[in-house]
């Protein structure tokens, strides 16, 4: 086949090209759980790492093979590991690559289950210090001798901060830290991470990437910048063969094998169809996020929109200079004296949910549901407001969405 460069050319064309038998154009589903060989030796050297091939589906599938390839050509890695979800990646990763006694800084701007993971991995001895990375100069100070990584996101959520990306991944470099980009609200569609110096990427493929609300998953992308052999952590027994995958092969076998967090060949199945038309759901989504922004932006009952694409936001040109598109997440706080429920019950075209990523338009309110437990004070200092509110932008066409909101604001 003619060579493609285009990133859906490639997606759509990716699973007919890994050469099944019988042409099938889609990754067949194995559900095989053991998988034989003719020979013991056969089996032993799979075990043993001397030849490719599946013994257990705990660890991976022909489906599941199938899918990390299509992410890691989509995000430009040496090697792609999936999971059940995007929390168990992020999981597999600390707790496979972090010791007792390490430090790890991260972005203070967070999702709140990967905030409380954070939290959790001090019960463990690891300790944490977030701080605002959208100056670099923050992480630059909260360095300590036994500083092993750093970790961001691309736009934070719900605020939609952007980190100084690349001034991190350069900072890394010069002092040997594994840097971790969750590249989650931009996708390998609007943004690689590799390009700014990330040592692994991080995506929740159950939102962006797979689209359509179905299914969960989650990804760790090496992006092959980092040199694992000077990381004290990789256990001796990985340290053969080629040192790009070093990393990676211990989450495979201390974390995916031994935690369990597996991806089902039906839910790869799923989600590499889904990700046949990211570019196109995306493209929409994008355009609608940006067109409600700026009518939110100038309506008199919002004190104010977090958006990238908007020229007042603080990052903007990040997004400008680094991004496709400015993202399909944004969020809006609501004038003093209205009520953020008052004003989605209002609204019949969105729906009262949490996720990212569905091609129906999402919403809802922060400081009562994600946030809630993290208190009003912890919000302030996360710059979350109490009468914020979340939007996960989909495919509808822009007039109905724009209509939607402005009746509902005109209402109040």
């Known amino acids: 086949m003619t060579k493609v460069k285009g990133f859906t050319s490639r997606i759509v064309h990716h699973d007919r090209l890994q050469r ?25 050297a799979v075990f043993q790492g001397k030849n490719t091939g599946h013994s257990y589906a705990r660890q991976s599938t022909p489906t599941t093979d199938a899918l990390q390839s299509m992410i890691n050509q989509a995000e430009g890695g040496v090697g792609t590991l999936v999971f059940a979800t995007g929390m168990a990646a992020l999981n597999a990763t600390f707790f496979a690559l972090l010791k ?19 939290t959790t991995l001090e019960n463990f001895g690891v300790s944490v210090t977030f701080a605002d990375l959208t100056d670099a100069r923050n992480a630059k100070a909260a360095m300590q001798p036994n500083t092993r990584l750093v970790f961001a996101e691309t736009i934070a959520n719900p605020g939609t901060q952007i980190p100084d990306l690349e001034a991190l991944g350069q900072w890394c470099r010069e002092e040997q830290l594994v840097f971790i980009v969750d590249n ?3 996708s390998p569609y609007l943004f690689n991470p590799s390009k700014v110096g990330a040592s692994l990427v991080m995506n929740s493929l159950s939102k962006y990437f797979s ?30 063969g080629d040192p790009k995958k070093w990393a990676l092969t211990q989450i495979k076998k201390k974390a995916l094998r031994d935690m369990g967090g597996t991806l089902s060949s039906d839910a790869a199945y799923q989600i590499s169809v889904g990700a046949e038309t990211i570019a196109l759901r995306m493209d929409r989504a994008c355009h609608n996020a940006l067109s409600l922004a700026q009518m939110l932006e100038n309506h008199p009952k919002i004190s104010r929109v977090h958006y990238p694409g908007l020229e ?7 997004a400008r200079d680094w991004f496709r598109h400015n993202g399909a997440i944004l969020s809006f ?42 208190g009003a004070q912890r ?19 822009t007039d109905d969405l724009l209509e939607a909101f402005q009746s509902a604001l005109d209402s109040l």
């Open 20 to 44: 099944f038998s019988d042409g099938p154009i889609h990754a067949p589903i194995y559900n095989s759980v053991p998988y034989g060989y003719e020979t013991t030796e056969g089996l032993e």
């Open 312 to 318: 007042n936001h603080p990052q903007h040109h990040r």
């Open 333 to 374: 706080d609501l004038a003093e004296g209205y009520d953020c429920a008052d004003l989605l019950n209002r609204i019949d075209l969105v729906i009262n949910a949490t996720h990212l990523g569905d091609n129906r338009t999402l919403a809802l309110p922060m400081a009562s549901t994600i946030f809630f437990e993290m």
């Open 211 to 240: 689209g359509h609300g179905t299914v969960l998953g989650g990804a760790i992308t090496d992006t092959g910048h980092f040199d694992w052999q000077g990381y004290p952590h990789i256990f001796e027994g990985y340290r053969t």
């Open 379 to 397: 919000r302030a200092e996360f710059g979350i407001g109490e009468r914020m509110i979340r939007c996960s932008v989909g495919i509808e066409e």
């Open 100 to 118: 007792q006694g390490d430090h790890v800084i991260a972005s203070q701007y967070l999702f709140g289950n990967t905030f409380s993971l954070l």
């Open 184 to 186: 989650t609200l931009t």
